[in-house]
């Protein structure tokens, strides 16, 4: 079998305004400086795949040392900003290094690390995976160089580290993956499936898994925090409205193809139980 296992751990969890989870119509900066309301805390997911080429994440999580090192943020406003955004609580057994060995799994083992975007709450194994391939959209990795970076989530310290290996897919047309036109088939052997998903950043992708006899799964990154509202049609609060409309609709639209396919974003609390009521069952069924 060419993927084994695909699992979930999480690196801590995340408070968010509800205006992030759902669109308010209000301009960001507004409601993220002015909003009183915070969500229960919500996972910071990691997917795990065991593909026989090697141990495979989808993400990477947030770096603990955003909660200990006073220096992880930019001061002054953008700093203010950060701080206004989300609060994380992240313990010592928390780091993605500890997280996989908790599931039986060295760190050194992982081969690819596919990063769905590049906001801090993604990004932050990365100085853990300086001996792994980093699969990263060539339009995000763009961005890093684009002005004012820290202001759109984007931390070039935390990112652009010495060793680290990124490499850009290579969008194609790839069968049995439709309404995507294209994606990146990343070993060739259809299982593991990049195809573009922008909208909360431009360069945002998703990763479509595919074993066979069985439903596929798709992870979402933060196209949505609620794969509820997503079945909906509804956005939420960060990113542009045209990318995330077009995406979401995308996404839905495979839903409706596959309908037994389960989408996995990474802050949506229900995922973990989703993706282990499929893995469940597949193995009850062997």
């Known amino acids: 079998m060419t993927i084994k296992n695909v699992s979930v751990v999480s690196t801590g969890t995340v408070s968010i305004h509800?205006?992030?989870?759902?669109a308010s119509g209000k301009p960001l900066y507004w409601w993220v400086m002015t909003s009183r309301r915070?969500?229960?805390?919500?996972?910071?997911?990691?997917?795990?795949?065991?593909?026989?080429?090697?141990?495979v994440l989808f993400d990477t999580g947030q770096d603990r040392a955003s909660v200990t090192d006073p220096?992880?943020?930019?001061?002054?406003?953008?700093?203010?900003?950060?701080?206004?955004l989300a609060r994380f609580e992240i313990g010592e057994d928390q780091t993605l290094t500890a997280r996989l060995a908790a599931q039986g799994h060295d760190i050194a083992d992982v081969r690819t690390a596919i990063?769905?975007?590049?906001?801090?709450?993604?990004?932050?194994?990365?100085r853990e995976l300086t001996h792994a391939e980093i699969m990263v959209s060539a339009q995000e990795w763009a961005s890093l160089h684009e002005p004012r970076p820290e202001m759109r989530?984007?931390?070039?310290?935390?990112i652009e580290l010495p060793g680290l290996r990124p490499r850009h897919p290579e969008f194609r047309p790839v069968p049995g993956i439709a309404p995507f036109t294209e994606g990146h088939d990343l070993f060739g052997d259809g299982s593991l499936v990049l195809v573009?998903?922008?909208?909360?950043?431009?360069?945002?992708?998703?990763?479509?898994?595919?074993?066979?006899?069985?439903?596929?799964?798709?992870?979402?990154?933060?196209?949505?925090?609620?794969?509820?509202?997503?079945?909906?049609g509804r956005l939420p609060g960060v990113g542009e409205e045209e990318?995330?409309?077009?995406?979401?609709?995308?996404?839905?639209?495979?839903?409706?193809?596959?309908?037994g396919v389960t989408i996995?974003?990474?802050?949506?609390?229900?995922?973990?139980?989703?993706?282990?009521a499929v893995e469940s069952t597949a193995h009850a069924s062997r």
């Open 18 to 22: 509800p205006e992030h989870v759902l």
């Open 38 to 55: 915070w969500t229960a805390p919500r996972p910071i997911n990691v997917y795990v795949i065991e593909h026989e080429n090697g141990l």
């Open 71 to 84: 220096r992880y943020f930019p001061g002054g406003p953008t700093g203010l900003f950060y701080k206004r």
């Open 115 to 126: 990063i769905s975007h590049l906001h801090q709450d993604h990004i932050g194994g990365l």
């Open 153 to 158: 989530g984007l931390l070039r310290d935390h």
């Open 196 to 232: 573009p998903t922008p909208g909360h950043t431009p360069g945002s992708m998703s990763l479509l898994v595919r074993r066979p006899g069985r439903d596929p799964l798709l992870m979402v990154g933060d196209l949505t925090y609620d794969d509820h509202l997503l079945r909906e």
């Open 243 to 259: 990318g995330l409309r077009a995406s979401t609709a995308l996404v839905n639209e495979f839903r409706r193809r596959n309908p």
């Open 264 to 276: 996995l974003a990474a802050h949506d609390p229900r995922a973990a139980a989703a993706l282990a």
